[in-house]
């Protein structure tokens, strides 16, 4: 009954959004800076060498604008959103202003004093794109040697400090073995797991990560969800 309950709840929010023509969502693009090199991503080398991202201030007024117009729940990604200095301070500023926030991440810059920060900031989630379990398909995929160990580093640190957790995966040639595995392991956790078959263009249109997409394997849904212990 609390299961239905909440979501009728929440059809009654987004039919109430619907109505008033207000975002209930945005996904915030913060940078297009990152610090893998993933084949497949939308965003092409010329656009991380651009150095008009929007500077911090500017963002806050941003949000506020956001806030004033209805928005509820913020997704901030990039880029790798955790390269910009002032990404704490930005997190910090949505919270206060009362959003549900989401961090969509590869996980791989979380250390030990980070993971504190976001113990205490305690987004709605943060969210980890896991490219595949293997170490060797892992780092074909993000074209960065020790990232695989990084990343699952990072995930542990999170998982012991109890942030909430979400995984994500990009259906590729190079994983599509490795799909099961990811869910098995986002399910140890208790953590959803989403699997993406769709690829974009790149923003200067090329249409080169067309080339790396997967086949789902059979059997494998698109979301796996964890428990919920």
Known sequence: MKDKSYSNFWQHVHQFARDKGFPLRVMFELTYQCNFYCSHCYVPQSYRKRKEELKTKEVFNILGQLKDIGCFYLGFTGGEPFVRKDIMDILWYAKRKGFEVIIYTNGSLIDEERVRELADLRPNKVDITIPAMTKTAFEKISGVPGS????????????????????????????????????????????????????????????EPYRYRG??????????????E
């Open 148 to 207: 695989r160990d990084r990343v699952f580093r990072g995930i542990e640190l999170l998982y012991k400090n109890r942030v909430n957790l979400g995984f994500k995966t990009c259906l590729l040639k190079e994983n599509e073995s490795e799909i099961a595995d990811i869910q098995k392991f986002a399910e140890s956790l208790g953590a959803l797991h989403r699997l993406d078959d769709m690829l974009s263009p790149c923003l200067d249109g090329s249409k």
């Open 215 to 228: 086949q789902r394997p059979k059997g494998v849904p698109s979301e796996a969800e964890g428990r919920t």
